[in-house]
């Protein structure tokens, strides 16, 4: 499988950006597609997830702000970050699980700088 994150940069404190991870020659169902970051002097932690099902999942205090969605026709999900924040600076990472799996695969990360 690979995984292509598009979407990051630079942007001021309030605005928003939109993410993308796209999950492509995956020989397997995929169960569950999430985005992680790890911000600077700090481990990586979940931002939201998102089940097959549509059924979803956010880090703390990140749901309100954050908004994560699935086309599970094209193996796709999107990371919506609105109300950006300095703190939200950080490299933001594409995992997805396949069925009857438990590990994440990863993709590369793409940076994403809240600054004005």
């Known amino acids: 499988v690979q995984l292509q994150a598009s979407g990051g940069g630079l942007v001021q404190p309030g605005g928003s950006l939109r993410l993308s991870c796209e999950a492509s020659r995956a020989a397997l169902g995929i169960n569950i597609m999430a985005w992680y970051r790890q911000t600077p002097g700090n481990e990586r932690e979940l931002v939201a997830r998102?089940?097959?099902?549509?059924?979803?999942g956010y880090g703390d205090s990140l749901k309100g702000r954050f908004a994560i969605s699935r086309d599970n026709a094209r193996d796709t999900a999107y990371l919506q970050m609105n109300s950006l924040k300095p703190e939200d600076t950080g490299v933001y990472y594409c995992?997805?699980?396949?069925?009857?799996?438990?590990?994440?695969?990863w993709g590369k990360g793409t940076q994403v700088t809240v600054s004005s």
């Open positions: 998102i089940y097959r099902s549509r059924a979803t």
């Open positions: 995992g997805i699980v396949f069925y009857g799996r438990s590990e994440y695969y």
